[in-house]
C-alpha cells in the first residue's frame, strides 16, 4: 500500500518492519485530539487566504463527521496508515477526495503530534486535579467524624506519641493539595500551542498561529519552532508530578494496610476493596491499597525512562520521541484509577475507634507529658528526659505501663511529681493539650479542617 510520504522512496518495508515502527496502536488515543487540531489548522488556513472559503468547508465537514464517528467508536484505524495523523487524513481523503489532501499544507506530523499531545495532557490534568479535589473532601468529611478518635503516632514505626485520627487524615489532605498545585501550576507550561512550527523551521506560508492557538484556547504559542517540535519537557514534569502523587497515594496504603492487619486492627477495608484467598477462607486481603502501592513503581518507570529517551536526542523531532506516549497514557489511566480506588476506600473503611484508643493506653506514647511536665516546673529538659526514662525502664520491669505505677514511686523520682501527673498522661489529654499552631491538639484541628473546607469551596 502505497504511503503517503511514499513519494522518493522505491522500495516498501516489510510488514513486520511497519508493525515495529507503527504508533497507531496506541496513539489512536489522540484521536479527538487530532481532529479538534486539525478543525482549528483549516479555518485558520481559510482565514489567512491560503485555502479557498469552499475547500475549507468541505475539509471542515468531512473532519466534523469524523470526529462524531471517533465519539462513538466507529473508526478503524490500520497500520498501513503508521500513526494517527495519517489514519485520520486517509479517512479524510476517502470520505471528501482529493481536497482531504490540502488539510495538511502549513504544518508538519512533528508540530501536529505536539499539538495533540498537549491538547490531550491539558484535558487529563484538569480532570485528575478534579479528582484530587474529591479525594481531599472524603478524606476532610472523613476527620470530621474522628477529631477526637485518638491513635497512636508513630516514628520509626514505633509509638511516639498519641494523637488525633483527625490530624492524621488531614496531614495527607496538605500532601494532597502540594500535589494539586503542582499539576495546577503545569497548566501554564501544558496549555502553550507548538502548532504551525512546521518540521522544525516554521514555513513560508502566511500562517496566523496565534488565531489557531485561541482557536484551541491555548493560552500562548511556543516562541521557538525547534523548541516547539522537540520539547516534551511538559510530559515530564506531568510524569514527575504524577511520580510524587502516587508517592503519597502509596505512603497511605502502606499505612491502611497495616492499619488493617490483624495485629493491628484500626481499620477495616470494606468488602468492595479487598479480596480473598483462593486456599486460606479466612483471608481479607487489601489488593487494592497494594495495587496502587506497587503501580507507584510502574509510574516511576515511565518518568525514568522518558528522562532517559530525551538526554541524548540532538533537535529537533527524533523517531526516538514516538516513546514518549505509551508512558503518559498507562501514566494518565494508572493516576486517574489510583485516584479513584482511593477516594472509595478511604469513603467506605470502618475506623475501629476502640482499637485505636485501646493502643494509646497500652504503650509508653504519653512519657514525653512526664519529661514536658518536669520542663514546666523548672527541671531542664535534658535532666527531665533522663528522668523519664529510668521511669519507663522500672514499668518495663514490672510488666506495667506509666499510668500505673504508684505516686510514691514518681516522688522518687522527682519530688516535683504531684497527683495531677495522671491527670498529665491520659492520652485524651495529652492530644488535647498540643495547641500550637499545625499542633494535634483538638481545637487546633478543627481549625484546619475549616480552613481546608473553605479551601475546597472557593
Known amino acids: 500500500m502505497k504511503k503517503l510520504w511514499g513519494g522518493r522512496f522505491t522500495k516498501t518495508a516489510a510488514q513486520w518492519v511497519d508493525d515495529f515502527g507503527a504508533s497507531i496502536h496506541f496513539d489512536q488515543q489522540l484521536v479527538e485530539e487530532d481532529i479538534e487540531g486539525s478543525i482549528a489548522h483549516v479555518t485558520m488556513l481559510g482565514e489567512c487566504g491560503i485555502l479557498p472559503k469552499e475547500d475549507v ?36 481523503i476517502d470520505e471528501i477526495g482529493p481536497v482531504g489532501g490540502k488539510l495538511h499544507t502549513g504544518r508538519s506530523r512533528n508540530d501536529q503530534v505536539a499539538t495533540d499531545m498537549h491538547l490531550y495532557l491539558r ?12 479525594l481531599q473532601r472524603v478524606l476532610v468529611e472523613k476527620a470530621e467524624r474522628h477529631v477526637e478518635t485518638l491513635i497512636p503516632g508513630y516514628t520509626h514505626l514505633q509509638r511516639a506519641q498519641p494523637i488525633s485520627f483527625a490530624h492524621h487524615l488531614m496531614a495527607y489532605v496538605w500532601m494532597f493539595e502540594r500535589d494539586r498545585e503542582r499539576f495546577t501550576e503545569s497548566l501554564k507550561r501544558i496549555n502553550k500551542s507548538p502548532l504551525g512550527a512546521g518540521a522544525l523551521a516554521g514555513t513560508t506560508f502566511p500562517i496566523d498561529r496565534h488565531l489557531t492557538a485561541k482557536l484551541l484556547s491555548f ?7 525547534l523548541d516547539a517540535v522537540s520539547d516534551r519537557d511538559f510530559i515530564i514534569e506531568f510524569l514527575s508530578h504524577s511520580s510524587m502523587l502516587m508517592m ?3 505512603r497511605f496504603c502502606e499505612e491502611l494496610i497495616l492499619w488493617s492487619s490483624q495485629e493491628f486492627q484500626f481499620i477495616e477495608i470494606d468488602d468492595t476493596f479487598a ?21 507507584t513503581g510502574r509510574v516511576y518507570g515511565h518518568l525514568i525512562a522518558l528522562l532517559t529517551v530525551m538526554k541524548g536526542l540532538p533537535l529537533a523531532y527524533n523517531k526516538d520521541m514516538q516513546e514518549d506516549k505509551e508512558g503518559m497514557f498507562d501514566t494518565v489511566q494508572t493516576v486517574i484509577g489510583s485516584l479513584k480506588i482511593f477516594a472509595g476506600m ?8 476502640d482499637m485505636m484508643e485501646k493502643a494509646t493506653k497500652q504503650d509508653f506514647s504519653n512519657a514525653t507529658e512526664l519529661a514536658d511536665y518536669l520542663a514546666k516546673k523548672g527541671v531542664p529538659f535534658r535532666e527531665a528526659h533522663e528522668i523519664v526514662g529510668k521511669l519507663v525502664l522500672t514499668c518495663l520491669e514490672r510488666g506495667i505501663f506509666l499510668m500505673d505505677l504508684p505516686l510514691d514511686v514518681y516522688r522518687q523520682a522527682s519530688p516535683l511529681f504531684e497527683e495531677d501527673i ?27 479542617i475549616e480552613k481546608v473546607k473553605q479551601m475546597l469551596e472557593a
Do not use: C, W
Open 57 to 92: 468547508e468541505t475539509i471542515k465537514k468531512g473532519l466534523t463527521k469524523l470526529l462524531e464517528k471517533a465519539k462513538n467508536g466507529e473508526l478503524s484505524f490500520s497500520v498501513a496508515y503508521e500513526d494517527i495523523h495519517l489514519n485520520i487524513e486517509k479517512m479524510l
Open 123 to 134: 484535558k487529563r490534568v484538569i480532570e485528575i486535579i478534579e479528582l484530587i479535589r474529591q
Open 219 to 225: 493560552d500562548s504559542i511556543y516562541e521557538n519552532s
Open 248 to 250: 503519597h497515594l502509596s
Open 275 to 295: 479480596t480473598g484467598s483462593s486456599i486460606m477462607p479466612q483471608k481479607k486481603n487489601p489488593d487494592m491499597a497494594e495495587l496502587i502501592r506497587g503501580k
Open 346 to 353: 478511604i469513603e467506605t473503611m470502618t475506623v475501629r475507634v
Open 422 to 448: 495522671y491527670e498529665a498522661l491520659d492520652p485524651y489529654n495529652a492530644v488535647n493539650r498540643r495547641t500550637s499552631a499545625g499542633g494535634t491538639g483538638f481545637t487546633e484541628v478543627k481549625k484546619a
